[in-house]
């Protein structure tokens, strides 16, 4: 699950002395081991989401899976979207979320809720731009078979203390079944979301059909290529 800086130089298209300065002046978590630096995938993961700077999902698959599963589209279809969400805090917007996603019955929707709010008081999972992505940091393993993304558009914007100062809008929330599916969809959507289109067509509320049409355009000539 570790990444060497020169891999992650390579794969992100920087140099080295870029990610050592994301390190030393960014607070991109490293750990120290034989003078060079490993950095945890979850861990990169989490902060270019956060610091909204884009990483090629690729740097988060490893060597013997195939980088183009599981797909934004096939998990939103499973998850839905879902418009004019009620609530005016996330803990209540969160509450209206999860109690739309179709969870297995060994998956506790309120045990959800608060793995999800804990994660949220661990550092806002806001994406910028009126755009969040509330997910747990690490998969609850063995509750769910298949990955689900929800898409849902709040009736009120709300304060997810973004790093921007933007109210949120916008949830993405994501639910998978195993780590690597986890860091390759959670990587997967942060990269789609660098799309200003796409963004554009989110902010204006665009009807289901548009999105999964963009999503599945995004995944071909962007991600597959």
């Known amino acids: ?3 060497k ?4 130089a390579i794969a992100a298209g920087v140099e080295e002395k870029t990610i050592l300065d994301w390190i030393k002046n960014k607070g991109l978590p490293a750990h120290k081991q034989d003078e060079r630096y490993r950095i945890n995938r979850v861990d990169l993961l989490e902060w270019s989401t956060n610091h909204d700077i884009s990483m090629p999902p690729g740097i988060f698959a490893v060597s013997n899976e195939k980088p183009d599963l599981p797909l934004v589209s096939e998990a939103l279809l499973n998850g839905g979207i879902f418009y004019d969400l009620p ?3 996330p803990e209540t917007a969160l509450h209206e979320v999860v109690y739309r996603l179709k969870l297995p019955p060994s998956l506790d929707p ?3 809720l608060q793995t999800l ?3 949220e008081a661990l550092g806002s999972t806001a994406f910028g731009n009126g755009i969040a992505i509330p997910h747990v940091r690490n998969p609850i393993v063995g509750q769910t078979s298949e990955s689900s993304i929800s898409l849902c558009f709040l009736k009120n914007p709300i304060d997810f203390d973004a790093v921007d100062g933007k109210p949120v809008s916008i949830l993405f929330t994501l639910v998978t079944p195993n780590v690597k599916a986890h860091l390759l969809l959670l990587a997967k959507l942060a990269y789609l979301l660098h799309d200003h289109g796409f963004q554009d067509l989110l902010h204006r509320y665009g009807p289901e059909a548009e999105i999964m049409a963009t999503i599945r355009a995004l995944e071909e000539t962007s991600i597959r290529r």
């Open 1 to 3: 699950m570790f990444i």
């Open 117 to 119: 709010l804990a994660r």
């Open 87 to 89: 609530g005016d805090t």
């Open 5 to 8: 800086i020169t891999d992650l």
């Open 110 to 112: 309120e045990f959800l």
